[in-house]
């Protein structure tokens, strides 16, 4: 089995290759026609590889504790190789356009991308419930740490209406929040825990933005597919269950300032009235052409969920979380640039930061019981705590430094981290998710290479 996972991996590193020297080689007619093709049609295809190593003195299972995406820890792992195709469509004008968007993502990070907004089992009830069929299943499940996801699916519209309305319908990434799941859109490696269990990944359903004038838009549309109020839904389980997303983004005469707020608000799942909804706020502020501030705070609800951790057992209740979060980015050149994150977390219930939290996102029910392919499900840990982490970090434009003559590698971005994670349990025992620890410092160097 492992040398068909090696063999799948090196299949992938080769067809993505090919598709790059094919695009670049500039003396080949054939490629130079199809290009023209493509040009002419609006149809782009790209995408990027990411992959990096996390030191941690303080682990000896193989995780960063409740750290997700760069989890693994003391071992090298290969978290995105995504590629896309789409068709970009106008953002004015009188004349109405189409395109869309298809991602395809292989490595660690795929099992926090997939679908799974349907859990193994009922979050007010403990029933199990069967799972989203999207992209759960794809492959490479006997390896516990790599996969295949498919985070972006959609048709897109422009229609020329007012100041121009964009819709899009499908499976999509989610426009709230400031990080994301697509590692060249965010400064480190780990995400804050705010991302990783505070805030959706995707939503299915559709999604409306309209620009009222050059200081304000605002978005939303209706949400299904998902047993968690309209977060991470797929397209074949939960259609019944609808919920709503909203927003607004302000943004200064001068370009400077920026103001995001949205949230989610709607049942919970077909089974249940309860609510499920949060908002979240950001606000950018560029301080020098050269210095971005940005702070973000994010607020959660559930109602009557099932609570099983250290401090409830079988107890059902309503269930918060919120965070703060400071980030301070600063180009000290053209090529290398300097990053702070600070954050404070609360579950204040015990319910949305398990750990680890892959071998959990990998649970499902055989014949009533709970397994998960991706571990021991008696490692996985989770009680009412507050979150506290530290991270600094460079990003660093190696092969423009270096003045390397291929344009291709010119993209390269380097990012050597070091992070620094505590836990206090709130109202509850003493926790230590860190390898019996309370706290970690993880050191961290990973690599993104767009194409």
């Not at 929040?177 to 705010?194: C, K, L, S």
């Not at 090529?335 to 959990?360: C, H, I, T």
Request: charged share 15%; aromatic share 14%.
């Amino acid at each position: 089995m492992q040398g068909i996972v090696k063999l799948t991996r090196w299949l992938l590193f080769a067809i993505t290759s090919s598709v790059i020297i094919f695009t670049i080689d500039s003396d080949n007619i054939y490629a130079n026609n199809l290009r023209r093709l493509f040009s002419n049609s609006r149809l782009e295809f790209g995408g990027w590889i990411h992959g990096g190593a996390t030191l941690n003195p303080s682990q000896s299972n193989g995780f960063n504790g409740p750290v997700i995406f760069a989890d693994q820890a003391n071992r090298f792992q290969l978290n995105q190789l995504n590629l896309f195709m789409r068709r970009p469509v106008v953002s004015e004008g009188r004349v109405w356009d189409f395109g869309g968007r298809f991602d395809f993502m292989f490595g660690t990070d795929a099992i926090f991308t997939q679908a799974f907004g349907v859990p193994a089992f009922d979050v007010n009830t403990g029933e199990p419930l069967k799972r989203s069929n999207w992209d759960l299943d794809l492959c490479c499940a006997s390896t516990k740490t790599y996969g295949i996801a498919l985070p972006q699916a959609y048709l897109e519209t422009y229609v020329p209406v007012g100041n121009g309305l964009n819709v899009k319908l499908g499976h999509f990434y989610t426009p709230t929040g400031f990080e994301t799941v697509p590692a060249p859109d965010n400064f480190f490696y780990t995400r804050a825990y705010t991302l990783n269990v505070g805030e959706p990944f995707t939503h299915t359903g559709m999604l409306a933005n309209y620009k009222i004038n050059q200081n304000w838009l605002i978005l939303g549309g209706p949400l299904t597919g998902s047993a968690n109020g309209g977060w991470d839904g797929g397209w074949d389980k939960q259609l019944g269950n609808w919920s709503g997303l909203a927003g607004f983004t302000w943004t200064s005469d001068s370009q400077a300032t920026s103001f995001h707020f949205s949230g989610t608000y709607g049942e919970i799942s077909t089974r249940s009235s309860e609510i499920w909804g949060f908002y979240n706020a950001v606000l950018q502020h560029r301080i020098t052409p050269k210095t971005l501030l940005v702070l973000h705070h994010v607020y959660g609800h559930a109602g009557g969920v099932l609570l099983n951790n250290l401090k409830y057992t079988n107890v059902t209740k309503d269930a918060e979380w919120f965070s703060a979060i400071v980030h301070l980015y600063h180009d000290l050149t053209d090529n290398l640039s300097a990053g702070v994150r600070g954050e404070w977390y609360r579950d204040e219930a015990g319910f949305r930061n398990p750990s680890p939290f892959r071998v959990a996102a990998a649970t499902n029910h055989v014949n009533g019981t709970a397994v998960s392919y991706a571990g021991d499900l008696s490692s996985v840990t989770i009680t009412p705590a507050d979150y506290y982490a530290a991270t600094i970090g460079l990003n660093w434009k190696a092969a423009k430094t270096l003045k390397l003559k291929w344009d291709f590698l010119k993209k390269l971005n380097i990012r050597p981290n070091i992070r620094y994670d505590r836990v206090d349990a709130y109202r509850a025992p003493a926790y230590r998710p860190f390898g019996g620890n309370k706290d970690q410092i993880l050191f961290s160097l990973d690599f993104i290479l767009p194409f």
